[in-house]
C-alpha cells in the first residue's frame, strides 16, 4: 500500500519495523516533521491508519471553514433582512 504525505507538513512518510520482545512491531513516521501512528502488530492496518490521517484532517479543514463562516452568513442575513424592512 503506498503511505500518502503527511496531514501536518506534506513531508514523506516511511515505514519502519522494529522489535519489541518477540513481537514485530510497525510504525509510520513523517520524515519532515516527526508525526507518527502509533505501534501496531499488523503492517497494513498501520498503514490505512496513516493514510486515513489525511482524510480526516481535511474534513476536519472543511467543519472549520463552514463554522467560520456560520456567523458572518447570519449576520448579513439579518442585515439584509433588516435593509429590506423584515422585522423578528
Known amino acids: 500500500m503506498k503511505l500518502e504525505k503527511c496531514p501536518c507538513c506534506l513531508g514523506q512518510a516511511d515505514?519502519?519495523?522494529?522489535?519489541?520482545g518477540d513481537m514485530e512491531m510497525w510504525q509510520v513516521t513523517c520524515s519532515s516533521c516527526g508525526l507518527s501512528t502509533e505501534l501496531d502488530d499488523d503492517r497494513a492496518f498501520s498503514e490505512e491508519r496513516w493514510n486515513k490521517r489525511l482524510e480526516h484532517s481535511k474534513l476536519k479543514m472543511w467543519v472549520t471553514l463552514l463554522a467560520s463562516f456560520l456567523p458572518f452568513l447570519a449576520v448579513a442575513a439579518f442585515l439584509g433582512g433588516s435593509f429590506m424592512g423584515l422585522r423578528l
Open 15 to 20: 515505514l519502519a519495523s522494529m522489535m519489541v
